[in-house]
């Protein structure tokens, strides 16, 4: 809007997931109007589905008997280096208009934001000054593009400035005091369509990533311990099968565990329960025996009913775990929790586990693959369908392990599976998942396509002594090396509404990410 007193037009709830809009509304359709520049700062976390932070967004607005309605939306993060802002912009801009084409709604305008909060000894002000450079660019892209920004606002330190307002004197010069949240109409009517903000991405990445306590060296040195028994056995045909079954035994157990386990309010003190439910030496054999694929892809079988809540609580935990050198290990439990939590319908912490994974492993097939089908918004169902074949398959062939026979005795009431035939998403299975790619060097591939971690080199059989600090020993070049993790597209789902998919953006790492 150019005019602080004119309309976006309605905004339906349906909206707030990004899909494509309803052609034909019902009378009893919710519908929120934003009239205000007030009014659009305050719906952004509902359009994203949570907090953003350090980042520049962009909604698409959809003309429709001359009222704009909003529909997909990009969010990147802001680049530290300025020289960078122009291609970011270009890159944002670009992505959503070409997103919203494939999906046959090209925008006709554009809402933009910059957010972000003051550094020490800043004020909102100052970050307002700095980012207005961004805020043209983006402005400037849009228009490249022919699709008008009418709103560009700054929000920072509780409070926000506009960049488009004609009127001299109209916006203070200290901002505008945002509302208190939950207080506006449509914090109202998205609470009643049960659509959830889930805070920053930060809080978000934070129960995916290892740990950074004094317990993570103690779990260091059970990773290497696993991993002088199990990378051989691995790597060995004869021991590879019983090692998948010792590791998808152990798998089902814990899910189990973490079943039965009392609920607590409360994300943190959740994830702190759960890291008391596993061992150190239980975490590092499943870390590394989830290393080979096909145990990996029979694993993803637990992702619906009572099992796919525990499951996921198991890799979230998992990847935790994979701590120091460790880190590209995370690969396999993050991708086992995008996919969990595809399957449960979050899509915004799919999108983020998928992404941290490509960052622990930017070759790891299993992740682009499915965080490319996520982004595209293809329904999972034919996933679920495949795994569920492989699973029925191994239900008429295969006897459970004995420690998952143990669970089921143990635990009579809750629902339980034997792990079956994975989707093959590295190409070992069916269609609808298979894919190319090149493996990672360091990780050392068996004659049937295991990925294992790599082989031990010459040790001498030696382990590390207890407590002592990892360092360059010969115990450690038997670890493969580590990499962090990095970070992705938000969509909230609206029951009883068809709404348009958003189109991609890029996060803090440069991956591809879509808001909505």
């Not at 008429?396 to 998403?425: D, I, K, V």
């Amino acid at each position: 809007m150019t005019n602080h007193s004119e309309t976006t037009g309605p905004f339906e709830n349906g909206d707030i997931s990004g899909r494509e809009p309803c052609t034909d509304l019902s009378a009893h359709d919710t519908q929120v109007t934003l009239r205000t520049p007030a009014e659009l700062a305050d719906a952004l976390p509902y359009l994203l589905g949570y907090r953003p932070e350090d980042s520049m967004v962009l909604v698409a607005l959809h003309d429709r008997e001359g009222q704009g309605r909003f529909g997909g939306r990009a969010r990147l993060g802001i680049p530290a280096n300025e020289e960078d802002w122009e291609a970011a912009a270009r890159q944002l801009a670009q992505g959503l208009v070409t997103g919203s084409e494939r999906r046959g709604a090209r925008p006709e305008q554009m809402v933009a934001y910059v957010c972000r909060e003051p550094a020490p000894g800043e004020s909102g002000r100052d970050v307002k000054r700095r980012l207005e450079r961004l805020a043209h660019l983006l402005r400037t892209q849009c228009g490249n593009l022919d699709v008008p920004v009418i709103e560009a606002l700054c929000i920072s330190d509780g409070r926000f400035w506009s960049y488009c307002c004609p009127l001299q004197g109209c916006c203070p010069d200290d901002g505008t005091p945002m509302g208190l949240p939950g207080t506006s109409v449509l914090a109202a009517a998205a609470t009643y369509a049960g659509i959830q903000v889930r805070g920053t991405l930060r809080e978000l990445r934070t129960r995916l990533q290892p740990w950074e306590t004094t317990a993570a060296l103690e779990q260091e040195i059970a990773l290497d311990a696993a991993g002088m028994t199990l990378v051989p056995r691995i790597l060995d045909e004869g021991s590879r099968a019983e090692v998948a079954e010792e590791t998808l035994g152990l798998a089902e157990q814990l899910i189990h565990r973490f079943a039965a386990a009392a609920p607590v309010s409360g994300t943190h003190p959740a994830d702190l329960r759960d890291d008391g439910l596993l061992t150190h030496d239980e975490a590092a054999t499943l870390i590394l025996g989830l290393q080979d694929r096909t145990t990996r892809d029979r694993a993803a079988v637990w992702m619906e009913d009572d099992e796919a809540a525990p499951a996921l609580r198991l890799w979230r935990a998992l990847a935790r775990r994979c701590v120091g050198p460790y880190g590209e290990h995370a690969a396999a439990p993050l991708t086992l929790a995008g996919w969990v939590a595809w399957s449960m319908g979050d899509e915004l912490e799919a999108r983020e586990a998928l992404a941290m994974a490509l960052g622990a492993d930017p070759d790891y097939l299993f992740a682009r693959l499915l965080h490319q089908a996520c982004n595209d918004g293809i329904d999972p169902e034919a996933i679920r369908r495949c795994l569920r074949a492989g699973r029925a398959r191994a239900d008429r062939t295969a006897q459970p392990h004995p420690e998952a026979r143990a669970a089921r005795a143990a635990l009579p009431a809750t629902e339980s599976g034997t792990p079956g035939a994975g989707a093959g998403a590295d190409g070992e299975g069916p269609d609808e998942a298979r894919g190319t790619g090149t493996r990672r060097r360091r990780r050392v591939r068996s004659a049937e396509g295991s990925d294992a971690p790599r082989a031990a080199r010459s040790t001498g059989g030696r382990r590390r002594p207890a407590g002592s600090r990892p360092g360059s020993s010969a115990a450690v070049s038997a670890r493969p090396g580590g990499r962090g993790q990095g970070g992705t597209r938000a969509r909230a789902a609206e029951p009883g509404t068809t709404t348009t998919s958003a189109a991609p953006s890029v996060s803090e790492r440069g991956k591809p990410e879509e808001e909505g």
